[in-house]
C-alpha cells in the first residue's frame, strides 16, 4: 500500500489497480475539529485533479474536499455519512470519505503526490 498527501491535507492510498482510497489527514480533522456532516461525491462521476469533490463541515468552519488525482469515484463510505466523526476518531482507517479508480493521467499525478517524509516537512514548514 502506497499512501501519498497533498498541500490541501488530503491522503490517498492505493491498495490494488482496482481502486484508491482518499480521505483527509490527522491534521485537516484536527483544524477542522469536531466533524459534524460530509457531502460525498456520487458514485460514477468523473473529476480532475483540484477539483471539488466533497465538502467537510465542523463546528467551527465548513472545508471543501478536493480531488487528489484525475478519476472516477467507485466508492463511497456510507458509514461516514451516517457517523461524520469517524473522520476525527480514525481519518486514516475507518474514516475514509471514497474510492476512486484512477485514470492514465491521474497515475502520473498520483507519482507528484508529497510522500509521508514531504508531507511532514510542509507541516512543520506550515
Known amino acids: 500500500?502506497?499512501?501519498m498527501y497533498t498541500p490541501d491535507h488530503e491522503w490517498i492510498?492505493?491498495?490494488?489497480?482496482?481502486?484508491?482510497?482518499?480521505?483527509?489527514?490527522?491534521?485537516?480533522?484536527?483544524?477542522l475539529?469536531?466533524?459534524?456532516?460530509?457531502?460525498?461525491?456520487?458514485?460514477g462521476r468523473s473529476f480532475k485533479k483540484g477539483e471539488v469533490a466533497g465538502?467537510?463541515?465542523s463546528v467551527k468552519a465548513a472545508a471543501d474536499l478536493f480531488m487528489p488525482v484525475s478519476g472516477e469515484v467507485v466508492e463511497v463510505n456510507e458509514?461516514?455519512?451516517?457517523?461524520?466523526?469517524?473522520?476525527?476518531?480514525?481519518?486514516?482507517?475507518?474514516?475514509?470519505?471514497f474510492k476512486v479508480h484512477i485514470s492514465e493521467p491521474g497515475?502520473?499525478?498520483?507519482?507528484?503526490?508529497?510522500?509521508?517524509?514531504?508531507?511532514?516537512k510542509l507541516l512543520k514548514n506550515a
Open 1 to 3: 500500500m502506497t499512501t
Open 13 to 31: 492510498n492505493i491498495e490494488d489497480h482496482e481502486a484508491a482510497t482518499v480521505g483527509i489527514t490527522h491534521h485537516a480533522q484536527d483544524a
Open 33 to 43: 475539529g469536531d466533524v459534524v456532516f460530509v457531502d460525498l461525491p456520487e458514485v
Open 55 to 57: 465538502v467537510v463541515e
Open 79 to 97: 458509514a461516514l455519512r451516517e457517523d461524520p466523526s469517524l473522520a476525527n476518531s480514525d481519518p486514516l482507517g475507518n474514516g475514509w470519505f
Open 107 to 120: 497515475m502520473a499525478e498520483f507519482d507528484q503526490l508529497m510522500d509521508g517524509p514531504a508531507y511532514d
